[in-house]
């Protein structure tokens, strides 16, 4: 098992991703998309996933690089709202992450995020709506045009 992708290696492209943002709020909010993008990357697989496993890698990265009060959890509830739209919405994350994080194809963004709020969908019970759904939406709907 490869930890849902989680190794040196990516945790490096991560961190220099980061620091391609333009201040500390940009570069937490550009490291918390790009590392629940790999995790959510990390799902599509048909191999067990040993899910503490996975996530105790990721708390253990997350922690040493946001510090406390950030999680796995906190980071995928994080993408699944409104104050995710700047990140996902930005040219210069798009093609950064792309570069950084060449193992996952940028324009799966719009197929993970719709993932991850299915997700949500199905924690919650309420239906996916707003700003992020209606990009998912648009994103697909370009993708397939």
């Not at 759904?133 to 994103?139: G, I, K």
């Amino acid at each position: 098992m490869d930890n849902g992708m989680m190794n040196e290696e990516v945790q490096g492209r991560l961190l220099l991703l980061m620091r391609e943002a333009h201040n500390r709020l940009e570069a937490t909010d550009w490291f918390r998309v790009a590392l629940g993008l790999v995790y959510l990357a990390g799902l599509m697989t048909t191999e067990t996933i040993d899910f503490k496993k996975v996530d105790r890698a990721y708390n253990r990265f997350i922690y040493h690089t946001l510090g406390k009060g950030h999680s796995i959890a906190s980071v995928l509830q994080f993408m699944s709202g409104e104050k995710v739209m700047p990140t996902v919405g930005s040219a210069r994350f798009v093609e950064a992450f792309g570069r950084h994080c060449p193992q996952i194809p940028p324009e799966s963004i719009p197929f993970l995020l719709e993932l991850n709020l299915g997700v949500a969908k199905n924690i919650s019970g309420l239906e996916a709506s707003g700003p992020l759904a209606d990009w998912v939406a648009a994103q697909k709907a370009q993708q397939a045009g």
